[in-house]
């Protein structure tokens, strides 16, 4: 078979390649639940951000005929994608979360919860906006979700933890790309162990919790992503157990703690049927997101 450096020697435009890797997409075993559902926005997403291009580009532009490095570019970019099924964020290195562009690389996972949906609304009407003062993102990761609330809650002081020092490098590029060195603090720490004590408002966090039988059946394309990020033990919810049980005191009284749970839902449910877990909706799609109002994580987890 010849390369794809070597099946596309002859073109010349974008459109030659945006047609091409159309057509090896659908030939080969992708998955897309990385930004896009489906092979045409994949591809269109990888070859004009691999060249710079805005989404929306003047369709006339995609008849440009391209330099050699560029060809060369393109032609590496496809074959990451299509034969190692490197998603396309980690190729072209930019993520969307909440309308809002992120620098991401394969130190952090590529930004996709239904978490930025909650923060649109401002968790209403579990959360008075007027009162948040200051927000914790617990696994931060590329900072997505910390910087969301910044914006979310222009007004609050944000804490963004983590446990990799790679992925705070990460938060810290998207950090000085949106200018929130004032409002957004970086801390390494694992779960609330190196975290100064504050009463929070908003505690957000979507920790490890694919367990390892879940694990075991990903998709190709999430191989590629940090597995410090995805795996928990105890069935998913080591990770999860760890933080409900160490949340309340940094929550405020009229504080609320989200928790994104992903397929781990009925594990935790059943793990703790006496817990009234207000599991959100999302009109977006999505599910494993709970919320537990300060009151209830006192009555429930506190030792």
Not at 33 to 46: K, S, W
Not at 143 to 149: F, N, Q, R, T, V
Request: with cysteine; glycine share 6%.
């Amino acid at each position: 078979m010849k390369s794809y450096f070597e099946a596309t020697a002859s073109f010349e435009t974008v459109l030659d390649f945006l047609r091409f890797g159309l057509s090896r997409a659908h030939q080969a075993s992708l998955y897309y639940g990385h930004g896009t559902d489906n092979a045409r926005d994949d591809i269109f997403a990888l070859v004009l951000g691999s060249l710079n291009l805005p989404h929306d580009v003047d369709a006339m532009l995609l008849h440009g005929r391209l330099t050699l490095e560029e060809k060369k570019h393109l032609a590496e970019q496809l074959r990451r994608r299509i034969v190692e099924h490197v998603p396309v964020p980690y190729l072209t290195h930019e993520a969307h979360f909440f309308n809002l562009s992120f620098y991401v690389d394969e130190r952090v996972l590529i930004p996709r919860s239904p978490c930025a949906e909650g923060l649109s609304t401002q968790f209403s009407p579990w959360l008075d906006a007027e009162k948040v003062t200051r927000v914790l993102d617990v696994g931060t990761g590329s900072g997505c979700i910390a910087i969301a609330c910044c914006y979310a809650f222009p007004d609050a002081m944000v804490d963004a933890v983590d446990v990799s020092e790679d992925a705070l490098a990460v938060a810290e590029i998207n950090r000085a790309r949106h200018d929130l060195h004032e409002q957004l603090k970086l801390i390494q720490s694992d779960c609330f162990d190196a975290v100064p004590f504050a009463k929070y408002d908003l505690i957000i966090s979507n920790p490890p919790y694919v367990g390892q039988d879940e694990m075991a059946t990903l998709p190709h394309e999430y191989r590629h992503e940090p597995e410090l990020a995805l795996h928990a033990p105890k069935n998913g919810l080591a990770i999860v157990e760890k933080m409900l049980f160490s949340a309340a005191p940094y929550l405020s009284d009229h504080g609320v703690l989200v928790m994104e749970v992903g397929n781990s839902e009925e594990a935790l449910v059943d793990a703790y049927p006496h817990v009234p877990f207000t599991w959100l909706e999302f009109e977006a799609g999505g599910s494993g997101v709970f919320l537990l109002t300060a009151e209830q994580m006192k009555a429930y987890f506190t030792a």
